[in-house]
């Protein structure tokens, strides 16, 4: 059994920020990380044209800028060399391949106890301490919705996580389940390389360019979120006209109400748009049911494809291993909206990465938690 002030479960963005503030602090911390690598879905879940969708100043995580000749989007690449520097800047040192198997309160000794398996020695190992940080983030397990005859789909399908780049699927029939940006993007890389692509628009989305969204982040500064979503609006119709006659709707929720009310994001086009309206890319609605390689849409259409990207999204896991966190959880293992500080549960329980707005979020609450952990320990010295 180890004991340590600070237990941190997740290497990501998250679990490195919260354990960087708290090395500032010297606060004694362990983070746990269920893979091999820290960023482990930038690094092993990510498709290869992936950059940051918003400019890079508002990416950062906490006391660390990005360097001066990167570039205002951060690729992939960059960004994980972004997150190797920052490890070893603040001395975080992340232990890999633990995967937490329990974690509960412990009311007699007034701390948190995990158990946790070390995935390549098999060796069971017990964790106390005094604070509990959740980082293991939105997008902790990939989502694939249950559609009839989607297990004897003759073809191959797979989560966008698994997705790396559209070269071998040159000259073949696929398919892209949803039009959120994973979704969008996969499609265009796919057309890009040839592949017959078509996409599944399952709701009503707001497509944006990257330009519209920077603005909208620096008028937020000054106006309000009705106000930037009217203009963003009339940007919209300017730059992409109607596009329901191509199969996409638009929210009657503004794209920034919808993000801070919701946490869904528009969607930011990288050229997908325009290969939909040249017809190389095709919308359907909703499907069916699958029938071998033949897949029938809600609107009675029907068409064969050889592979199926799902680019539907990812669910939080933090039910599975934590007990006694209903406070702070739902049972979906996200904090509560009615919680007035969403990074923070009793009995030292934090989170991390939880937000739904990104690397902004992430910095902002891993440097509240930070602090927060900070105050209690001072104060107790104190007492």
Known sequence: MEEVAVIIVGAGPSGIATSACLNRLEIPNIVLEREGCCGSLWKKRAYDRLKLHIPKQYCELPYMSYPSNAPTYVPRNGFIAYLDEYLSHFGVTPRFNRSVGLAFYDVDAGKWRLEVKNVCSHVKEVYVAQFLVVATGENAEGV????????????????????????????????????????????????????????????????????????????????????????????????????????????????????????????????????????????????????????????????????????????????????????????????????ANKWKGSNGLYCVGFARNGLLAISSDAKNVSQDISTLILNCQIC
């Open 144 to 339: 694939i919705p249950d559609i009839p005859g989607l297990g004897g789909f003759a073809g191959e399908y797979m989560h966008a996580s698994q997705f790396s780049n559209g070269r071998k699927y040159r000259g073949k029939d696929v398919l892209v389940v949803g039009c959120g940006n994973s979704g969008m993007e996969i499609s265009y890389d796919l057309c890009q390389s040839n592949a017959r692509t078509s996409i599944v628009n399952r709701s009503p989305v707001h497509v944006v360019t990257k330009e519209m969204v920077s603005l909208a982040m620096f008028l937020l500064k000054f106006l309000s979120v009705t106000s930037v979503d009217k203009i963003l609006a009339k940007l919209c119709t300017l730059r992409f006209d109607d596009l329901s006659e191509y199969g996409i709707q638009r929210p009657k929720e503004g794209p920034f109400y919808l993000k801070t009310t919701q946490g869904r994001s528009p969607t930011i086009d990288v050229g997908c748009v325009d290969r939909i309206k040249q017809g190389k890319i095709k919308v359907f609605p909703s499907m069916a049911n699958i029938q071998g390689k033949k897949i029938e849409f809600m609107n009675g259409e029907s068409n064969q494809f050889d592979a199926i990207i799902f680019a539907t999204g990812y669910r939080s896991t933090v039910g599975r291993w934590l007990k006694g966190g209903e406070e702070l959880f739902d049972d979906n293992g996200f904090p509560k909206q009615d919680l």
